[in-house]
């Protein structure tokens, strides 16, 4: 696809990244799932600038695989990553906790303690 191979000059998309790619059962319509790390303000501006290369993209896509038909291309942010991360941090916390909440319970005797 074009923007794996850098032929998208659009500054606003160099750090994103396809999760994956769903056509329609009669090649009518392609969903394009990427995600970018960044602030809101930087996902914004990949939104902006894959909706405005959109047509860029479905023209090219026409050329390169010479069908009859080419999908109409919809890109889509895809969360998972983002949601991934958050339960990694969550999970992380919870041992953190566990770990604090061991150190301190009444019934936990230190190494010194026990001889």
């Not at 769903?22 to 990949?46: C, F, H, I, N, T």
């Amino acid at each position: 696809m074009m923007l794996i191979r850098g032929e998208l000059s659009d500054p606003r998309l160099k750090n994103i990244t396809i999760n994956a790619v769903r056509v329609s059962p009669d090649l009518q319509l392609a969903k394009v799932y990427y995600s970018v790390m960044g602030s809101d303000a930087e996902r914004a501006a990949v939104d902006k600038g894959l909706k405005q290369a959109s047509g860029f993209v479905r023209r090219s896509l026409g050329e390169t695989l010479g069908m009859r038909y080419t999908p109409v291309v919809h890109f889509y942010y895809d969360e998972s990553i983002v949601r991934a991360a958050r339960i990694s941090e969550l999970i992380e916390n919870i041992k953190q906790e566990d770990a604090r909440a061991d150190d301190l319970s009444p019934g936990a005797l230190k190494e010194s303690d026990k001889e």
